[in-house]
């Protein structure tokens, strides 16, 4: 055992050391600060040897790694059962507490209690903090105490509550950049961790687009969104930087960052939607379930250009515009009439800003199943999406080549789908 007393900051999806919230309460502990990050083999062992996040998360920590060295110090990275890595950290070291940012899924808001009772049996201090979000689950409530369920009275409150702090404090961490602990670990490979890189990569964000992004956010081949998701999912940039920014420039931005918090509060306060309709109502529908459909949707087949570019899109880069997504979720679950989850899945597997709130709510949305989803009538026709937001066809032939060599016939006609889907939904809708 190493004897001098440490406090653990135990990164996960905060990776940076600017504006981190449970960093900047670890670093003001009393004692030197060791940073950790443990590559969880539960998660890993469902991912593919060159899963593009996980090269994502290896760059972005071997960044934090350079910076660490500038203050004499370095992370340490692990890989194993959290349980079992945590075991081993408290012999090895003597921990006096351990720090970090909450996260709100599920998986991790378990993980987080096993690892907390562990480490309270043995002695150890944890305090955990709020840095993902601006308001967490129960700061936005309805009067009652409820959460809400409905999208703008939801973002009406957080505007509300915003405009009281704004802006957010932000957390500078490099004042206390002598309470590193001295440490020169070894920084793995990426093989070592049993990883390959990939090739597909997180693009760096984009800002300075955005100004006009209440006119031009619905044009896939316009490049005008910021690209954020993925540094948002992982942490590589601060919420409370950009919130503060955003509500300076454009609200219609600002909107958005509150979608992805009124997702992730409905995930935690209703656990179920991960594999279940928010409205049980729907639990009745027919969806076909049919492989064959499913794989041609898959590989960006399906005869529509505006939905098999978008497949082509996720498939080639892990990224897909959210106009785009919204049409192929659409006609997965209403013109083929396959369930919801296969779609989150395999968007799930594929997308470099997979977040289980945002995907889940989105598709639920886009299924009509979800809370505050678009109306089980509504079906968008592929076509008159593509009229209106690629009219000259730029982004279609980005990601179908082949497309004005006469592109093939669609595997289900629109009018027949509307109407067997709209048939489909009336008939399993609960009353
Ligand atoms: P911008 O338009 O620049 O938006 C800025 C940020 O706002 C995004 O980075 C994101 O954090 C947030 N945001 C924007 N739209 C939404 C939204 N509808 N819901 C929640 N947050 C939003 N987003 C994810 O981050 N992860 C997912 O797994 C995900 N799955 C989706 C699945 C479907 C079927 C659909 C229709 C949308 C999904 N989205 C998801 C939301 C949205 O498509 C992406 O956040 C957006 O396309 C990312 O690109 P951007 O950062 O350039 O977005």
Same mark, same amino acid.
């Given at each position: 055992?190493?004897?001098?007393?440490?406090?653990?900051?135990?990164?996960?999806?905060?990776?940076?050391?600017?504006?981190?919230v449970?960093?900047?309460?670890?670093?003001?502990?009393?004692?030197?600060?060791?940073?950790?990050?443990?590559?969880? $083999?539960?998660?890993?062992?469902?991912?593919? &040897?060159?899963d593009?996040?996980?090269? !994502?998360?290896?760059? #972005? +920590? /071997?960044? @934090?790694?350079?910076?660490l060295?500038?203050?004499?110090?370095?992370?340490?990275?692990?890989?194993?059962?959290?349980?079992?890595?945590?075991h081993?950290?408290?012999?090895?070291?003597?921990v006096?507490?351990?720090?970090?940012?909450?996260?709100?899924?599920?998986?991790?808001?378990?993980?987080?209690?096993q690892?907390?009772?562990?480490?309270?049996?043995?002695?150890?201090?944890?305090?955990?903090?709020?840095?993902?979000?601006?308001?967490?689950?129960?700061?936005?409530?309805?009067?009652?105490?409820?959460?809400?369920?409905?999208?703008?009275?939801?973002?009406?409150?957080?505007?509300?509550?915003?405009?009281?702090?704004?802006?957010?404090? $932000?957390?500078?961490?490099?004042?206390?950049? &002598?309470?590193?602990?001295?440490?020169? !670990?070894?920084?793995p #490979? +990426? /093989?070592? @961790?049993?990883?390959?890189?990939?090739?597909?990569?997180?693009?760096?964000?984009?800002?300075?687009?955005?100004?006009?992004?209440?006119?031009?956010r619905?044009?896939?081949?316009?490049?005008?969104?910021?690209?954020?998701?993925?540094?948002?999912?992982?942490?590589?940039?601060?919420?409370?930087?950009?919130?503060?920014?955003?509500?300076?420039?454009?609200?219609?931005?600002?909107?958005?960052?509150?979608?992805r918090?009124?997702f992730?509060?409905?995930?935690?306060?209703?656990?179920?939607?991960?594999?279940?309709?928010?409205?049980?109502?729907?639990?009745?529908?027919?969806?076909?379930?049919?492989?064959?459909?499913?794989?041609?949707?898959?590989?960006?087949n399906?005869?529509?250009?505006?939905?098999?570019?978008?497949?082509?899109?996720?498939?080639?880069?892990?990224?897909?515009?959210?106009?785009?997504?919204?049409?192929?979720?659409?006609?997965l679950?209403?013109?083929?009439?396959?369930?919801?989850?296969?779609?989150?899945?395999?968007?799930?597997?594929?997308?470099?800003?997979?977040?289980?709130?945002?995907?889940?709510?989105?598709?639920?949305?886009?299924?009509?199943?979800?809370c505050?989803?678009?109306?089980?009538?509504r079906?968008?026709?592929?076509?008159i999406?593509?009229?209106?937001?690629?009219?000259?066809?730029?982004?279609?032939r980005?990601?179908?080549?082949?497309?004005?060599?006469?592109?093939?016939?669609?595997?289900?006609?629109?009018?027949?789908?509307?109407?067997?889907?709209?048939?489909?939904?009336?008939?399993?809708?609960?009353k």
């Amino acid at each position: 055992m190493t004897a001098q007393p440490i406090t653990v900051f135990w990164f996960r999806r905060d990776l940076r050391l600017e504006d981190n919230v449970g960093l900047y309460q670890a670093l003001q502990s009393g004692y030197p600060v060791l940073p950790l990050f443990i590559f969880d $083999e539960a998660i890993l062992e469902h991912l593919p &040897k060159d899963d593009a996040r996980v090269t !994502f998360i290896y760059e #972005s +920590l /071997s960044k @934090i790694n350079e910076k660490l060295a500038e203050f004499g110090s370095s992370l340490l990275v692990k890989k194993g059962k959290t349980q079992d890595v945590w075991h081993q950290l408290i012999t090895e070291f003597e921990v006096k507490e351990v720090f970090f940012n909450k996260d709100y899924e599920p998986y991790a808001i378990n993980r987080d209690q096993q690892i907390t009772e562990l480490l309270a049996q043995n002695g150890v201090k944890v305090q955990a903090f709020k840095d993902q979000v601006i308001f967490e689950e129960a700061e936005i409530t309805k009067a009652d105490g409820l959460p809400y369920t409905v999208y703008t009275p939801y973002k009406n409150k957080w505007l509300e509550k915003y405009k009281m702090i704004a802006p957010v404090a $932000e957390h500078d961490t490099t004042v206390f950049s &002598k309470n590193w602990l001295a440490s020169s !670990f070894v920084f793995p #490979s +990426l /093989s070592a @961790i049993g990883f390959e890189t990939s090739t597909i990569k997180v693009k760096p964000h984009n800002l300075t687009k955005i100004a006009n992004y209440h006119e031009t956010r619905d044009f896939p081949a316009l490049d005008t969104t910021s690209y954020l998701s993925p540094h948002l999912r992982f942490g590589t940039v601060s919420v409370r930087k950009l919130v503060n920014w955003a509500a300076r420039k454009n609200d219609v931005f600002l909107s958005e960052l509150i979608w992805r918090e009124f997702f992730m509060q409905i995930l935690y306060h209703f656990p179920k939607v991960v594999q279940h309709n928010f409205k049980s109502a729907y639990d009745g529908i027919q969806w076909r379930n049919d492989q064959a459909d499913f794989q041609r949707w898959c590989s960006g087949n399906t005869g529509y250009p505006m939905v098999d570019a978008g497949i082509r899109e996720l498939n080639a880069t892990g990224y897909m515009h959210n106009r785009v997504r919204m049409v192929v979720a659409s006609f997965l679950c209403k013109h083929l009439l396959l369930p919801w989850q296969w779609g989150e899945a395999y968007f799930a597997q594929k997308l470099l800003d997979y977040d289980l709130s945002a995907n889940v709510g989105n598709w639920q949305w886009a299924a009509g199943t979800g809370c505050d989803a678009a109306p089980y009538f509504r079906v968008f026709n592929p076509d008159i999406q593509l009229q209106k937001f690629d009219a000259k066809g730029h982004y279609i032939r980005k990601w179908i080549p082949e497309f004005d060599l006469g592109y093939g016939v669609p595997m289900v006609e629109h009018a027949m789908a509307r109407d067997r889907a709209i048939a489909t939904y009336k008939a399993g809708i609960l009353k």
